[in-house]
């Protein structure tokens, strides 16, 4: 099994050299995992980022969230919060025909808008406060 380093910190004597060191290594699908589990919590930030930017469908979007992130939600998943989403006028769709193929093409709202900033607002929050307590430690 592949392994990586996950994070390597060093204890140094006076003189500079290292007494001890003290790091985790981590299968590298223990990390694949942790990435995947924290991207599907973050799906609805990820699907209303990428409809910011341009109205996409369905299928766009997987391939969109495959691509930039490295994580394919199953599609049921994703149609099912695109469907929330819509109820919830964060996102409305409508039909276009392209190649002779209708499909369903879904564009933010401004109220999606809203909510998207609010939560970049909160996660960028949470962070600043996680990096303040850390630093307070030292």
């Known amino acids: 099994m592949a392994y990586v380093r996950f994070f390597r910190l060093e204890m140094r004597g006076e003189e500079g050299e290292i007494k001890k060191e003290i790091g985790t290594w981590l299968y590298k699908a223990e990390l694949r995992n942790l990435q995947v589990e924290k991207l599907r919590s973050l799906l609805d930030y990820l699907v209303l980022r990428l409809l910011k930017n341009q109205p996409m469908h369905g299928y766009g979007i997987l391939c969109a969230v495959r691509d930039l992130y490295g994580y394919y939600p199953a599609p049921s998943t994703l149609y099912h919060l695109l469907s929330s989403f819509e109820k919830r006028g964060y996102v409305e769709s409508r039909f276009k025909i392209r190649n002779g ?28 406060l996680a990096n303040l307590k850390v630093r307070g430690r030292k």
């Open 101 to 128: 193929k209708s499909r369903k093409v879904y564009s933010i709202t401004s109220e999606g808008t809203a909510i998207l900033y609010f939560v970049e607002e909160l996660l960028n929050h949470v962070v600043s």
